[in-house]
């Protein structure tokens, strides 16, 4: 129980300094992406990744689903 609990501590303190990271702007690097078109192409990357995973684990699941069922 307690490594549980330590374990959820670390993630909730890690996953606040990251936002509070992501406040902070940098002058020149807020339209990076924007000024060179590359936000579209980021975007379609990550959805397609993303697509890529939950269908893998749609799939998985129903053989999964299927094997418990033999059994």
Partial sequence: ????????ILVV???TSVVLHAQETVAGQDNMFTSNGKLGVVVAVLATILAGIFLYLIS????????????
């Fill in 60 to 71: 998985l699941d129903k053989k999964i689903s299927q094997l418990e069922k033999k059994k």
């Fill in 1 to 8: 129980m307690q490594t549980i609990k330590n374990f959820l």
């Fill in 13 to 15: 303190s890690l996953f």
